[in-house]
């Protein structure tokens, strides 16, 4: 069994500590990079009342680039999801707007 190895990360102002597999790592960092990289935008960019917002916001973002991309292995499941992260979005806007 392969040892994994402690990282700590930072999303959003908090803190989480993970187990992975030291291959992982490098991915781990680039992808927790590019949503506080996002959260900073979406902060830049729209009016939100908290960071539950923008986090919300970039989990959107991320899941419909995956799904852009071609990530998700069932057609079924990608339609579910687009019309998931619809309703998602629309809800998100609706704060946002209510602000």
Request: no cysteine; net charge negative.
């Amino acid at each position: 069994m392969q040892e994994l190895i402690p990282v700590n990360i930072v999303i959003g102002d908090r803190t989480y500590r993970v187990k992975i597999k030291p291959e992982d790592e490098g991915a781990l960092r680039s992808t927790i990079k590019t949503i506080n990289d996002k959260i900073s935008e979406f902060k830049t960019n729209f009016a939100g009342k908290d960071m539950q917002d923008y986090v919300s916001m970039v989990l959107v973002w991320y899941a419909t680039q995956s799904v852009e991309k071609g990530i998700s292995t069932s057609t079924n499941t990608s339609e579910d999801a687009t019309a998931a992260f619809a309703e998602i979005e629309k809800m998100i806007s609706n704060l946002l707007s209510a602000s």
